[in-house]
């Protein structure tokens, strides 16, 4: 559902993220880290972009900036 193009352009920047992973340790990085053991890589990606949407969406609902706390840092 939703507009393909914005799909797609999700996609295919989540699949650079993953390209291009670096070895710093924030939430969504180990949470991809822990899937890509057990799935394939494209369904990874699909997986983060969904989550990016869902973060993106979010935001612009409540029209509010992302801000990365020590929290999510760990």
Not at 2 to 27: E, Q, T, W
Request: positive net charge.
């Amino acid at each position: 559902m939703g507009n393909g193009y914005v799909r797609k352009l999700l996609v295919v920047g989540a699949h650079a993220v993953l390209y291009h992973r670096k070895a710093r340790s924030d939430a969504l990085r180990l949470w991809t880290c822990k899937l890509m053991q057990t799935k394939p890589f494209k369904l990874v990606a699909v997986a983060l972009a969904n989550k990016l949407a869902r973060i993106a969406f979010a935001l612009t609902r409540s029209q509010s900036t992302y801000t990365i706390t020590e929290r999510n840092r760990a």
